[in-house]
Structures are given as structure tokens and as C-alpha cells.
């Protein structure tokens, strides 16, 4: 008992367990690797939409950091004004009403003075009329500028150029310089304005031709350092672009400075991204939705820029309509899945090759799914190690470029120190000739590139002057300096000098006697510069005739010397890495690649106030870097960058992609490999059984199976073609059974005998006719021989042939069943265990009386038209024929009244199953046959079928039954 309870227990577990492990493997498992897989395409997906959107925002805050410089946006504002003038047709007119629409939107910003093609001035257009034979000297020389600037020549090739300039500067502004006349002159994108002077109205000047028109352009000083340029791009990019905001901000930002205005939330997150970027972190704010995240630029040293999406991405239609349709996707995989593990166990109306595709289709998939999901992260995982290894690089190069800094400066002052020994302490005669002096400093060019050389001696004579190119302003003070300095060096008494003594000199002789022959730093105010001292005694000479000299670089200049020569001999060997530099007095930006300038300065100016500034993406020029840029500790006057090009890691994820695709494309044509065996070893034999089947549908007994494969299944289509040969010659039995049976209806005065039978298989067991045997008598007869098929339908021909031949020798119902059962006594004697009941039935049709004989058949019954009582003539038994050899059949007599009708039936009826799986036996034929009762017999016995069809749907046995209707 308790075995039992323990092994009960022990099912219950395991059953519960199975369930768990099926739930876990066929639904969690795939579930969470389906939802992984989606996931991931989703996220494709999206960063492909993030990074448009950023694409999207970057474009805008170019256009902003372009414009966020007045003297770029009043070179716009002009170059776009001569291109108008060079199309018109009147272009004074088109010019005059330009300018009135200039002065109305810029009230006070603008003068302009407008000369016609021959130079003089035209007062009608002009603000300054005055002055007009300096203006037209001044609008000439400005024209031999343009000209010279468009055949790539220097200014300085102008004749005259100097005197000219010198005594136009007055006029112009006395802040010009000469190398600012071209700035005007460059394209749209790098042109500018230029400082003229510091005058409120004439702060800066713009110069430029169109349509046989020349104009110089005077703009106040509150324009240029007001955020007009900005005001007006915002505008234009908001009225254009409706979807976006794009506006600026001073620093640190408040409600009240940001242009264009913003709500109170709205403006708190975008204070947040600009504190973020500010906090050197230069990447657009983090957010799972690019559409919602904030881009921030560092416009200038007063102005930040921002760019963000106006709407709100859960109302966006195209992303509501990606996040449903993803979702919706998701669930109806994950429902198909579970449909499909159910029907395994319940199947649905489902071929079997459709579900055998079905299962290897996910069985593909699965792997697939793994495989870009993995993938993906692995590229992910391998991107991020591959771009720190690339920002470390970057790091490297810039700070061992930047440490390098003093041992080329060392290089120098001992290259220096060589080069002075050798040409003026031994051949100090070079100096006093000119020719010799100018190959002097030719050949000093190549050793230190030096910005100014200067040679004095104490008594202040300047040996190169007029020789070596200038760098500082005034040369005269210095070289008097230069030689009081070595006075007091020769003297060896700095005790005499009083408090006359100049800046220059102390610093000379404070430099000469701590940093001779070595580069050293030399700054008053903003003018900072490397020096190089070195005393020279020329062979043979006393101490007082020993010189001074001074070799003096732009500080920046000697820093980029340094940048270029370390690039040049001593960058790592890699032709990826890219350098620039940008100068910080200077704004100048080399050793840059071919690239858009513009997003370099803007690289480069955010990182002056930083340690160090990163950007994993920048794209220029259609090429992405990652750019590392820092402010150089020994080059202070350097902004220093590293550029690696990302194809690296690009070449790197595409590795790894090919190669998932390779494995990918191996599982693919491993399934479809597996797809054609499937086809030919299981697919077509299913096909061909299963049209084997429709042909036994269909009684088409002549198909034979095409044997396509020599496995089980071919095995199996040679089976299935013999059972197709045996019932091909059981269908000639069965038609030829047909024809042993009588017609099922005969008419004899006053009967009329109705016959009907349905059968179990083809061949049934089950045998009746009707005889008539004279004009007044007629033989029924009705046998059921044990079992089916051929055995059955063989009992059943004998019996016809027993009836034929005795028919010949004069019918009686005692003869019929003695020879009945002497042929299967026969039968039974050689061995034979099938057999047969019987009852023979002699009738006359005009009185209704009859003699029955019952050889172990079912008991005929009577049913009572008048009554509707049943009478069941279970007198009449005896043993069945072929029991008993010597038996002699006795015919029991019976009457029939006017409306009676007999039924002789098979066993096949009481044997029928009710719903509850119960035979309904005698009583329930009985019950049957008196409610199908009909008008006549051919309807009665209709109606008895469709009430057992309706009672048992599948038969046990064969159903025959005779009805004989007597009026």
C-alpha cells in the first residue's frame, strides 16, 4: 500500500517536472533569445535614427558657430550683396535699394563709401563724400590688392606698396595691418572683416567689388561684438526647419538669455546639457531617444549654441508606429511558438510537412538569432576596447610631442652654438660685406629657421641690419640694449648701472648670463619671443671686441617649428595618425588634415580651458576620426591634436560581421542542405503515400506509388502498392458480391418486400434473397456468416450457389436448409471454424400464412400497423447450419394479419452502440422499428436506417434487414 502511495507520489513530481523543463526549454528559453534578437534590431534601428538626428543637430550648430563670429557674418552679408550686383542690370539702383534694407534691419552698423569702376566716388549711393581723392587712392590700392591676391601673389609685389599703405593708414584706420587686407578677399567661409580702428563707427572695414561697382564697408563696433549673426541664423533656422530648435545662450545661462525663448522645463534641460558639455564632456546628452536628446557647441569665449528636436517622441507617429509594430511583432512570434509546442501534443488540422517546416524553420532561426545577438555584442564590446586603445594612442603621441618640446630646443641652441662659432668667431670678416652677410643668414635659415638674427657689438653697431627680416617692432632700442648689455658684461661691474637703465638691457644681461647658449623665453606684455644669447670672441681679438649675438624666434613660431620637424623625423610610423596644432595668438590652424576647417577650431577652442577633450566621432570631410585634443604644457601657446581615422574599427566590425555572416551563411545552406534531404527522404514519400491514400479515397485501386527513396519509406511504398494489388482484387470481389444479391424490392399480391443492407468493409458477411416460387408463394431467405472480408463474402457465394441449384430442383424451405447445412458440415469437418445462422422463410401472399425455419439467426419480428405492437417469433430455433449433421430442419407455421410486417435482420442491428457506449440490443431495435414506422414498407425501413445512422455513427457489424409489408 504504501509502494503504491510512494511510486504515485514519484509520478505526480515527475510529471510536474517534465511540465516545468518543457515551459522552461520550449517558451522561457526562446522567449528571451527571441525578445534578445528583436531587441537588437530594434537597437540598429535606433542608432541608425540617433545618429541622423545627430547629423541633424550638428548641421545646425555649424551654421551657428559659423555665424556666431560678426566679421564672417558681415563677409556673408556683402559677398552675398556683389554676387546680386554682378547679375543686375542696373546695379547702382540694385545697390541703393540693398542698402536701404540693410540699414533698416542693422540700423547704425553700417558705412558704406561706393566708387564706380574708374575709382571716383558716387555721392548719391555713398555715406562719406568727403576725402574722395585719398578714398580713390585708397579703393586703388585696395583693387591692386585683389587683383594680386587672385594671381596668387604677395602684397608686397604691389609697387610701392608700403608708402602707399603708410600714408592710406591714417585715413583707413590706423589698426590695419597689411596682412589683413586679403582677409576680405578669401571664399565665403573663410572670409572676414578686419580691425581698422578703435572708433565706434569704423571699428572694422570690409572691402570688395561687384557689378562694376567697388565698396568699402565700415562696421561699428557693436555689431561686431554684439551676437547679430546669431540672432539672425536662429531666426532663419527655426522659420526653416520647423521640427528642430536651434538657438544660443550666454554662459553661465539663465530663463532670460536664451535666444530664441524657452518654457521653464525646457530651459532647465537645456541648462543641464550646457553645464554637461561644459564639464569636458563634448558628447550630446545621453538619452535613450536621440530625438530627445540636447547637442551643445561652444560657440565662443560669450556664447554657447544648442540644438535639440521640438516634439516629444512618444508623439512622433513614425516612432509610436516603429515601437507597436515591434511590440506586436514580439508577441505573435512568442504566440506562434507556444500554438506551435501545443499542437504537438493537441495537433490541429496541420499537414505534417507543414509542421516538420514550421519546427525546422525555428530550429534555423533560433541559431541565427544567437548569432546576431552575440554578435552584436561582441562588436560592441570590441568597439569600445578599440577606441580606448586609439584615444590612448592619441594621448601618447600628443604628450610625448609636447615633452619633446625642450630637447628640440636644446637641438637648436647646440646647432646654433656651432654655426656661430664656426662662421663668426673664425671668420668674423663676413660680417662686414653684405653679399657675405646675406649667405650668412641663407645658410643659418636651414640650421634654426630664426625669426630675427641680431649682431652688435659695444659700441652698438648692428651688423645685419637691413639683412635679416624683422619679427620685433623697433630694432634700434634693442640693439642699444643689446650693447650696453655687453659693456657690462666686458666691464664685469653691473654695479655702475643706475636707474637709467632700460628693461631691455636688464633683461639682456640677465639672459646672457643665465640662458647663453641655450633658447629661452623673452615676453613684454603680449609680445613673447625665444631667445637665443651667445657671446663671440673672434679669434685673435681682445675682450673688448667681443660681440653679442641674438637669435629671436615668435614664440609660436619656434613651437611649430618644433610641431613640424617632430612630424616630419619623428612621428611614429603610422599613416593613420594625423596631427594638428593650433596657435592660440595666431589662430592658426596647421599640420591639420585636408578637412573642414571650421569644426577643428571649433575642436581646438573648446579644449583651451580643458585638461583634455575627447570626441569618439568627428566627421569630416565624409571621413570619421577619433580626435584627442589638449593644451600643450611646454608649447603654452599650442592647442594639440591627435587624429586616428576610424576605419580601423570600422575594418575590425566588418571582420566580425563577415564573419557572423559566414556562419550565418553556413547555417543557412547547412538548412537548406537539410531542406532537400528532408524533401527527397521525407517530404515526396509523404506526398506519395499520402496520394496513395486519395486513391483509396477515391476506390482508384489501380494507382501504384512511385518508389522515390530506398529507405523505410521506400520499404514502405512497396508495402503500400501490394495492400494498393489486394484491394484492386477485392474491389472485383466486391463488384462481383454486388451481383450475387437480388433486387431489393419484389411485389406478390397482396406483400410488397423491401430489402436494404449496409456493410462493415467491402466484403460483408451478410446474404438475403427473395424467390419467387410460384404465382402464390415466395422463399425469403437471410444468413450472416462470422466475421469479414474475403471469408465472409465466400460463406455468403456459397449460400447463392445453394439456392441457384436447388432452385432448379424444386424449392422448399425444408430442402434449402438441409443442403445449407450439409455444405457446412462439409466445411467444418476439414477443419474450416466459419460458419453461418440462417432463417428461411416460405410465404403465401394472398392469405398471409407462413412456415419459418431459424437455423440460429436473430428472431424475426411482427409489427402491428393496427396495434403498434411488436410480436417477436422467438419459437422458432434450432442450431445453425453445419453443427449438426443429422439434424432435420422442422418449419414452425405463423399468420400474418392485414397491416402486419415482418422483419428478418441481422445481428448487426441489436449489436449497434448507443452514446453511452451501450448495445441497444432486442428491445431497443424493437422501439426503433415501431417509432420509424412508415406508410409503406420501402419508407419504414428508410427511416430504421437514419435512425440507427443517427444512434451509432460506426458500425460493429453488417446491418441487413428484409421488411415484407402484407395488406
Given at each position: 500500500?504504501?509502494?503504491?502511495?510512494?511510486?504515485?507520489?514519484?509520478?505526480?513530481?515527475?510529471?510536474?517536472?517534465?511540465?516545468?523543463?518543457?515551459?522552461?526549454?520550449?517558451?522561457?528559453?526562446?522567449?528571451?533569445?527571441?525578445?534578445?534578437?528583436?531587441?537588437?534590431?530594434?537597437?540598429?534601428?535606433?542608432?541608425?535614427?540617433?545618429?541622423?538626428?545627430?547629423?541633424?543637430?550638428?548641421?545646425?550648430?555649424?551654421?551657428?558657430?559659423?555665424?556666431?563670429?560678426?566679421?564672417?557674418?558681415?563677409?556673408?552679408?556683402?559677398?552675398?550683396?556683389?554676387?546680386?550686383?554682378?547679375?543686375?542690370?542696373?546695379?547702382?539702383?540694385?545697390?541703393?535699394?540693398?542698402?536701404?534694407?540693410?540699414?533698416?534691419?542693422?540700423?547704425?552698423?553700417?558705412?558704406?563709401?561706393?566708387?564706380?569702376?574708374?575709382?571716383?566716388?558716387?555721392?548719391?549711393?555713398?555715406?562719406?563724400?568727403?576725402?574722395?581723392?585719398?578714398?580713390?587712392?585708397?579703393?586703388?590700392?585696395?583693387?591692386?590688392?585683389?587683383?594680386?591676391?587672385?594671381?596668387?601673389?604677395?602684397?608686397?609685389?604691389?609697387?610701392?606698396?608700403?608708402?602707399?599703405?603708410?600714408?592710406?593708414?591714417?585715413?583707413?584706420?590706423?589698426?590695419?595691418?597689411?596682412?589683413?587686407?586679403?582677409?576680405?578677399?578669401?571664399?565665403?567661409?573663410?572670409?572676414?572683416?578686419?580691425?581698422?580702428?578703435?572708433?565706434?563707427?569704423?571699428?572694422?572695414?570690409?572691402?570688395?567689388?561687384?557689378?562694376?561697382?567697388?565698396?568699402?564697408?565700415?562696421?561699428?563696433?557693436?555689431?561686431?561684438?554684439?551676437?547679430?549673426?546669431?540672432?539672425?541664423?536662429?531666426?532663419?533656422?527655426?522659420?526653416?526647419?520647423?521640427?528642430?530648435?536651434?538657438?544660443?545662450?550666454?554662459?553661465?545661462?539663465?530663463?532670460?538669455?536664451?535666444?530664441?525663448?524657452?518654457?521653464?522645463?525646457?530651459?532647465?534641460?537645456?541648462?543641464?546639457?550646457?553645464?554637461?558639455?561644459?564639464?569636458?564632456?563634448?558628447?550630446?546628452?545621453?538619452?535613450?531617444?536621440?530625438?530627445?536628446?540636447?547637442?551643445?557647441?561652444?560657440?565662443?569665449?560669450?556664447?554657447?549654441?544648442?540644438?535639440?528636436?521640438?516634439?516629444?517622441?512618444?508623439?512622433?507617429?513614425?516612432v509610436i508606429k516603429a515601437a507597436f509594430t515591434a511590440t506586436v511583432v514580439k508577441y505573435l512570434f512568442v504566440l506562434c511558438f507556444v500554438l506551435f509546442v501545443y499542437q504537438l501534443k493537441h495537433p490541429f488540422s496541420i499537414t505534417v510537412k507543414l509542421k516538420i517546416s514550421a519546427f525546422f524553420a525555428f530550429a534555423?532561426?533560433?541559431?541565427?538569432?544567437?548569432?546576431?545577438?552575440?554578435?552584436?555584442?561582441?562588436?560592441?564590446?570590441?568597439?569600445?576596447?578599440?577606441?580606448?586603445?586609439?584615444?590612448?594612442?592619441?594621448?601618447?603621441?600628443?604628450?610625448?610631442?609636447?615633452?619633446?618640446?625642450?630637447?628640440?630646443?636644446?637641438?637648436?641652441?647646440?646647432?646654433?652654438?656651432?654655426?656661430?662659432?664656426?662662421?663668426?668667431?673664425?671668420?668674423?670678416?663676413?660680417?662686414?660685406?653684405?653679399?657675405?652677410?646675406?649667405?650668412?643668414?641663407?645658410?643659418?635659415?636651414?640650421?634654426?629657421?630664426?625669426?630675427?638674427?641680431?649682431?652688435?657689438?659695444?659700441?652698438?653697431?648692428?651688423?645685419?641690419?637691413?639683412?635679416?627680416?624683422?619679427?620685433?617692432?623697433?630694432?634700434?632700442?634693442?640693439?642699444?640694449?643689446?650693447?650696453?648689455?655687453?659693456?657690462?658684461?666686458?666691464?664685469?661691474?653691473?654695479?655702475?648701472?643706475?636707474?637709467?637703465?632700460?628693461?631691455?638691457?636688464?633683461?639682456?644681461?640677465?639672459?646672457?648670463?643665465?640662458?647663453?647658449?641655450?633658447?629661452?623665453?623673452?615676453?613684454?606684455?603680449?609680445?613673447?619671443?625665444?631667445?637665443?644669447?651667445?657671446?663671440?670672441?673672434?679669434?685673435?681679438?681682445?675682450?673688448?671686441?667681443?660681440?653679442?649675438?641674438?637669435?629671436?624666434?615668435?614664440?609660436?613660431?619656434?613651437?611649430?617649428?618644433?610641431?613640424?620637424?617632430?612630424?616630419?623625423?619623428?612621428?611614429?610610423?603610422?599613416?593613420?595618425?594625423?596631427?594638428?596644432?593650433?596657435?592660440?595668438?595666431?589662430?592658426?590652424?596647421?599640420?591639420?588634415?585636408?578637412?573642414?576647417?571650421?569644426?577643428?577650431?571649433?575642436?581646438?577652442?573648446?579644449?583651451?580651458?580643458?585638461?583634455?577633450?575627447?570626441?569618439?566621432?568627428?566627421?569630416?570631410?565624409?571621413?570619421?576620426?577619433?580626435?584627442?585634443?589638449?593644451?600643450?604644457?611646454?608649447?603654452?601657446?599650442?592647442?594639440?591634436?591627435?587624429?586616428?581615422?576610424?576605419?580601423?574599427?570600422?575594418?575590425?566590425?566588418?571582420?566580425?560581421?563577415?564573419?557572423?555572416?559566414?556562419?550565418?551563411?553556413?547555417?543557412?545552406?547547412?538548412?537548406?542542405?537539410?531542406?532537400?534531404?528532408?524533401?527527397?527522404?521525407?517530404?515526396?514519400?509523404?506526398?506519395?503515400?499520402?496520394?496513395?491514400?486519395?486513391?483509396?479515397?477515391?476506390?482508384?485501386?489501380?494507382?501504384?506509388?512511385?518508389?522515390?527513396?530506398?529507405?523505410?519509406?521506400?520499404?514502405?511504398?512497396?508495402?503500400?502498392?501490394?495492400?494498393?494489388?489486394?484491394?484492386?482484387?477485392?474491389?472485383?470481389?466486391?463488384?462481383?458480391?454486388?451481383?450475387?444479391?437480388?433486387?431489393?424490392?419484389?411485389?406478390?399480391?397482396?406483400?410488397?418486400?423491401?430489402?436494404?443492407?449496409?456493410?462493415?468493409?467491402?466484403?460483408?458477411?451478410?446474404?438475403?434473397?427473395?424467390?419467387?416460387?410460384?404465382?402464390?408463394?415466395?422463399?425469403?431467405?437471410?444468413?450472416?456468416?462470422?466475421?469479414?472480408?474475403?471469408?465472409?463474402?465466400?460463406?455468403?457465394?456459397?449460400?447463392?450457389?445453394?439456392?441457384?441449384?436447388?432452385?432448379?430442383?424444386?424449392?422448399?424451405?425444408?430442402?434449402?436448409?438441409?443442403?445449407?447445412?450439409?455444405?457446412?458440415?462439409?466445411?467444418?469437418?476439414?477443419?474450416?471454424?466459419?460458419?453461418?445462422?440462417?432463417?428461411?422463410?416460405?410465404?403465401?401472399?394472398?392469405?398471409?400464412?407462413?412456415?419459418?425455419?431459424?437455423?440460429?439467426?436473430?428472431?424475426?419480428?411482427?409489427?402491428?400497423?393496427?396495434?403498434?405492437?411488436?410480436?417477436?417469433?422467438?419459437?422458432?430455433?434450432?442450431?445453425?447450419?453445419?453443427?449438426?449433421?443429422?439434424?432435420?430442419?422442422?418449419?414452425?407455421?405463423?399468420?400474418?394479419?392485414?397491416?402486419?410486417?415482418?422483419?428478418?435482420?441481422?445481428?448487426?442491428?441489436?449489436?449497434?452502440?448507443?452514446?453511452?457506449?451501450?448495445?441497444?440490443?432486442?428491445?431497443?431495435?424493437?422501439?426503433?422499428?415501431?417509432?420509424?414506422?412508415?406508410?409503406?414498407?420501402?419508407?419504414?425501413?428508410?427511416?430504421?436506417?437514419?435512425?440507427?445512422?443517427?444512434?451509432?455513427?460506426?458500425?460493429?457489424?453488417?446491418?441487413?434487414?428484409?421488411?415484407?409489408?402484407?395488406?
Amino acid at each position: 500500500m504504501l509502494q503504491a502511495i510512494f511510486k504515485n507520489q514519484t509520478g505526480q513530481q515527475l510529471k510536474i517536472l517534465n511540465l516545468l523543463l518543457g515551459f522552461i526549454c520550449f517558451f522561457i528559453l526562446p522567449g528571451l533569445i527571441i525578445f534578445r534578437g528583436i531587441d537588437g534590431i530594434i537597437t540598429i534601428e535606433a542608432s541608425a535614427r540617433k545618429q541622423l538626428a545627430e547629423q541633424k543637430k550638428q548641421e545646425l550648430l555649424d551654421q551657428l558657430e559659423f555665424f556666431s563670429e560678426n566679421d564672417r557674418f558681415a563677409h556673408f552679408i556683402f559677398r552675398s550683396l556683389c554676387s546680386e550686383l554682378d547679375n543686375a542690370t542696373d546695379a547702382q539702383n540694385k545697390l541703393k535699394s540693398e542698402i536701404r534694407k540693410l540699414k533698416n534691419s542693422f540700423p547704425g552698423a553700417f558705412t558704406f563709401i561706393v566708387a564706380d569702376k574708374d575709382g571716383n566716388l558716387l555721392p548719391t549711393i555713398s555715406d562719406e563724400t568727403s576725402y574722395s581723392y585719398m578714398y580713390r587712392q585708397a579703393i586703388e590700392l585696395l583693387s591692386n590688392v585683389s587683383v594680386a591676391f587672385e594671381h596668387g601673389k604677395e602684397y608686397v609685389t604691389i609697387p610701392d606698396f608700403s608708402p602707399r599703405f603708410n600714408r592710406l593708414k591714417p585715413l583707413l584706420g590706423d589698426l590695419i595691418k597689411p596682412d589683413h587686407l586679403t582677409l576680405p578677399l578669401h571664399k565665403n567661409r573663410y572670409g572676414r572683416s578686419f580691425l581698422a580702428s578703435g572708433n565706434e563707427t569704423r571699428f572694422h572695414l570690409w572691402h570688395g567689388h561687384g557689378g562694376n561697382l567697388k565698396l568699402l564697408v565700415y562696421i561699428s563696433r557693436n555689431f561686431i561684438r554684439g551676437d547679430t549673426g546669431l540672432r539672425w541664423i536662429t531666426r532663419r533656422l527655426n522659420r526653416n526647419s520647423p521640427e528642430t530648435i536651434a538657438g544660443y545662450s550666454s554662459y553661465p545661462p539663465d530663463q532670460h538669455t536664451f535666444t530664441p525663448a524657452l518654457s521653464k522645463e525646457l530651459a532647465a534641460k537645456v541648462t543641464m546639457a550646457l553645464a554637461s558639455h561644459e564639464e569636458m564632456n563634448i558628447a550630446p546628452e545621453e538619452s535613450d531617444n536621440a530625438w530627445q536628446s540636447i547637442s551643445c557647441r561652444f560657440l565662443n569665449q560669450y556664447w554657447r549654441g544648442f540644438a535639440l528636436f521640438r516634439h516629444n517622441t512618444q508623439n512622433d507617429p513614425t516612432v509610436i508606429k516603429a515601437a507597436f509594430t515591434a511590440t506586436v511583432v514580439k508577441y505573435l512570434f512568442v504566440l506562434c511558438f507556444v500554438l506551435f509546442v501545443y499542437q504537438l501534443k493537441h495537433p490541429f488540422s496541420i499537414t505534417v510537412k507543414l509542421k516538420i517546416s514550421a519546427f525546422f524553420a525555428f530550429a534555423v532561426l533560433l541559431p541565427i538569432l544567437v548569432i546576431f545577438t552575440q554578435t552584436m555584442e561582441y562588436v560592441r564590446q570590441n568597439e569600445t576596447e578599440m577606441m580606448n586603445d586609439l584615444k590612448n594612442e592619441a594621448c601618447h603621441v600628443i604628450e610625448k610631442l609636447d615633452g619633446n618640446y625642450e630637447w628640440f630646443l636644446k637641438k637648436r641652441a647646440n646647432a646654433l652654438t656651432r654655426y656661430l662659432t664656426a662662421n663668426i668667431e673664425h671668420r668674423p670678416e663676413i660680417l662686414r660685406q653684405k653679399e657675405s652677410s646675406r649667405k650668412f643668414i641663407d645658410d643659418l635659415t636651414p640650421v634654426a629657421n630664426p625669426g630675427e638674427v641680431m649682431i652688435t657689438d659695444s659700441n652698438s653697431t648692428d651688423f645685419l641690419l637691413g639683412i635679416s627680416r624683422r619679427i620685433t617692432r623697433d630694432r634700434a632700442p634693442m640693439c642699444s640694449a643689446a650693447s650696453n648689455a655687453l659693456k657690462t658684461l666686458i666691464s664685469g661691474n653691473i654695479a655702475d648701472k643706475g636707474p637709467t637703465t632700460s628693461i631691455f638691457e636688464m633683461l639682456f644681461y640677465t639672459g646672457i648670463y643665465e640662458h647663453q647658449n641655450d633658447i629661452s623665453y623673452f615676453g613684454i606684455g603680449d609680445f613673447e619671443m625665444g631667445v637665443y644669447y651667445q657671446l663671440l670672441q673672434p679669434k685673435g681679438k681682445r675682450r673688448e671686441a667681443m660681440l653679442l649675438a641674438i637669435v629671436s624666434w615668435r614664440l609660436h613660431e619656434l613651437q611649430r617649428d618644433h610641431i613640424e620637424n617632430y612630424c616630419l623625423h619623428e612621428l611614429p610610423d603610422n599613416e593613420n595618425l594625423q596631427i594638428a596644432a593650433y596657435c592660440r595668438s595666431g589662430e592658426d590652424l596647421f599640420r591639420a588634415p585636408n578637412t573642414s576647417q571650421p569644426r577643428l577650431i571649433n575642436l581646438m577652442k573648446m579644449s583651451v580651458n580643458r585638461q583634455i577633450t575627447q570626441v569618439d566621432q568627428l566627421n569630416l570631410d565624409g571621413k570619421e576620426y577619433i580626435a584627442v585634443a589638449m593644451p600643450g604644457r611646454q608649447l603654452s601657446r599650442m592647442i594639440l591634436a591627435a587624429f586616428l581615422p576610424l576605419e580601423k574599427v570600422k575594418r575590425q566590425r566588418e571582420i566580425i560581421i563577415n564573419q557572423a555572416k559566414v556562419l550565418v551563411l553556413s547555417l543557412c545552406l547547412l538548412a537548406m542542405a537539410t531542406l532537400y534531404l528532408l524533401r527527397n527522404w521525407l517530404f515526396r514519400p509523404l506526398h506519395e503515400l499520402k496520394t496513395g491514400i486519395d486513391a483509396i479515397a477515391k476506390r482508384d485501386f489501380h494507382k501504384r506509388l512511385e518508389i522515390v527513396c530506398h529507405n523505410e519509406f521506400g520499404e514502405l511504398m512497396t508495402a503500400f502498392n501490394h495492400s494498393l494489388e489486394t484491394l484492386q482484387e477485392l474491389e472485383v470481389a466486391r463488384i462481383v458480391q454486388e451481383s450475387l444479391l437480388p433486387e431489393n424490392a419484389l411485389t406478390s399480391n397482396r406483400c410488397q418486400i423491401v430489402a436494404k443492407t449496409r456493410i462493415m468493409t467491402n466484403l460483408g458477411g451478410d446474404y438475403y434473397d427473395m424467390i419467387p416460387l410460384d404465382s402464390n408463394k415466395v422463399l425469403l431467405f437471410i444468413g450472416d456468416a462470422t466475421g469479414h472480408g474475403i471469408p465472409a463474402a465466400l460463406s455468403m457465394a456459397m449460400a447463392k450457389s445453394i439456392l441457384i441449384h436447388e432452385n432448379h430442383l424444386g424449392l422448399t424451405a425444408e430442402k434449402l436448409m438441409q443442403q445449407v447445412n450439409q455444405v457446412f458440415g462439409n466445411l467444418r469437418r476439414h477443419g474450416s471454424k466459419d460458419y453461418m445462422t440462417a432463417l428461411c422463410i416460405e410465404l403465401d401472399t394472398t392469405n398471409g400464412s407462413g412456415r419459418a425455419i431459424n437455423a440460429g439467426h436473430c428472431y424475426p419480428m411482427i409489427f402491428s400497423q393496427n396495434t403498434g405492437k411488436i410480436r417477436v417469433l422467438s419459437e422458432i430455433n434450432a442450431l445453425p447450419p453445419g453443427f449438426d449433421a443429422k439434424i432435420h430442419y422442422q418449419a414452425s407455421e405463423f399468420l400474418l394479419q392485414p397491416g402486419d410486417r415482418l422483419f428478418l435482420f441481422t445481428d448487426g442491428f441489436v449489436e449497434c452502440q448507443n452514446s453511452s457506449g451501450q448495445q441497444i440490443g432486442f428491445d431497443g431495435l424493437a422501439e426503433i422499428i415501431s417509432a420509424a414506422d412508415g406508410q409503406t414498407a420501402d419508407s419504414h425501413i428508410a427511416n430504421i436506417f437514419q435512425r440507427l445512422e443517427r444512434l451509432s455513427a460506426q458500425l460493429q457489424d453488417d446491418c441487413t434487414m428484409i421488411v415484407l409489408s402484407f395488406q
